[in-house]
């Protein structure tokens, strides 16, 4: 795919290489008779932002017939962190929008600090707006809500999905975050662990993960000639991409430090040294694997790829593997798994190993478990003694995307064919606002 400009703010446009599935995703439902809402979800640095600019600034799904009206919404850009910031900064960037392509609408500018008084003003406006034929498609590019999220209150959940249901047919949302929107909703309101109040709302989920070779290939070419370096050779690609993967972040640092050593004596030994101590590159491989949410199960298995390198994919690891290459941390080839990059493998190995407390006292495993079931038991026999969230139960064990309610149902079946008496769980013990842990010698606490 050929890049393509990308109006970052006021700021000279970037350009978004490849995305070409996520794009086409994006366009579906965006571009249909009804815009629909979607999440899209990225770990850190993996390009979300850049492609949620872009889906901005193209108006990705654009109606042919009528005007249409995207604005943008990046939550860091937010100074304070409350409620009321929050829906002044959705009515005030629409405003600017409005004006930006002359579509401004007669009234007083807003004065209210009351957050529900704002939430009606902002949904008077996006009626107004295209009631009156100012446009027949308004599209809020939301980045970054994990920052977001903490400052609402459970009435602000509801007064967005009020705002969405309100004007469905020609409002939708576009909702980037690092974890669906689901999980983020049940790990700052545990109370809702019966049911979301937003997620359900987005029909679209689109995970964003790493570049395909050739379009980190191209990437490469294209920060090349930004650094008016000479066309790199199918051998020195070759090289960056087995180091840093086909992580677009990695990439711009990868080929900034290669420019620097090319023309040593020693260019990929000397490269591969500045990746290892560049404080930029371990940032980013340290969100990657401490990154909030990230399993015990999940950073075990990171290290078992960094110590024996690829592996087979075993069936009891598919959701878990899967998962994992969603996120952009694995790549599979052949039936193999393998990390991401060497790099990232070079990183882990040098960090402490994760220690797990030992129980001497294991209950056999029970005949008659669905495979749900044995997947529920394993998950909680490779975490005995942590208090697990719910939301993590479900990205492990059922996948993403699937309503939280279903952990409860699981854990309860699984209960009724292990514990000796399942109204008084001895294995299995629920932490109330938690989650659940497992303590087979029988020494929870609830």
Do not use: C
Not at 262 to 286: C, G, K, M, N
Not at 371 to 400: C, H, M, Q, T, Y
């Amino acid at each position: 795919m050929n890049g393509i400009k990308v109006r970052v703010d006021n700021q000279p446009a970037a350009t978004l290489v490849g995305r070409r599935k996520e794009l086409e995703e994006l366009t579906k439902y965006l571009g249909s008779t009804s815009p629909k809402n979607v999440n899209v979800v990225g770990e850190p640095f993996i390009g979300l932002t850049s492609l949620l600019q872009y889906v901005y600034q193209e108006q990705v799904g654009r109606s042919n017939d009528g005007a249409s009206v995207y604005v943008w919404l990046p939550m860091v850009a937010l100074g304070r962190r409350d409620s009321t910031a929050f829906w002044s900064f959705l009515l005030n960037q629409l405003e600017q929008e409005m004006k930006r392509q002359n579509l401004s609408l007669p009234g007083d500018s807003f004065t209210s600090t009351d957050p529900s008084e704002l939430f009606h003003l902002l949904t008077a406006r996006i009626v107004e707006l295209h009631q009156t034929g100012r446009a027949d498609r308004i599209i809020f590019v939301i980045d970054n809500f994990e920052l977001a999220i903490p400052m609402l209150t459970p009435d602000d959940i509801t007064n967005l999905r009020g705002l969405i249901e309100t004007n469905q047919g020609y409002f939708a949302v576009v909702l980037g975050s690092s974890k669906g929107v689901g999980n983020l909703e049940f790990e700052h309101f545990p109370e809702w662990q019966h049911g979301s109040r937003l997620a359900h709302r987005f029909e679209g989920h689109i995970p964003v993960g790493l570049l395909s070779r050739d379009e980190a290939a191209q990437l490469l070419q294209q920060e090349n000639v930004y650094l008016e370096e000479s066309e790199l050779a199918a051998n020195e690609i070759n090289f960056l991409l087995t180091e840093v993967g086909h992580h677009p972040g990695l990439l711009k640092i990868a080929i900034q430090r290669f420019a620097e050593q090319r023309r040593s004596t020693i260019p990929y030994e000397a490269t591969r040294l500045d990746l290892d101590t560049d404080d930029r590159v371990s940032s980013i491989l340290r969100a990657l694997y401490d990154h909030k949410g990230r399993t015990l199960e999940e950073q075990r298995f990171l290290r078992l790829l960094a110590e024996q390198g690829a592996v087979p994919v075993e069936p009891q690891r598919a959701i878990l593997v899967e998962g994992l290459r969603k996120r952009g941390l694995v790549q599979l080839e052949d039936g193999q798994v393998s990390l991401f990059s060497q790099v990232f493998r070079r990183w882990i190995r040098t960090q402490t190993s994760i220690t797990q407390p030992v129980y001497e006292h294991k209950p056999p495993v029970p005949d008659g478990l669905t495979s749900v079931e044995e997947r529920l038991l394993k998950f909680f026999e490779a975490n005995v003694g942590r208090i697990i969230p719910a939301d993590e139960l479900l990205r492990n064990v059922w996948g993403d995307y699937r309503s939280v309610s279903v952990v409860e149902k699981g854990v309860n079946r699984l209960r009724s064919k292990i514990e000796p008496d399942p109204k008084q769980p001895s294995l299995i013990y629920t932490v109330t606002g938690r989650g659940y842990v497992y303590r087979p010698n029988g020494s929870g606490k609830r």
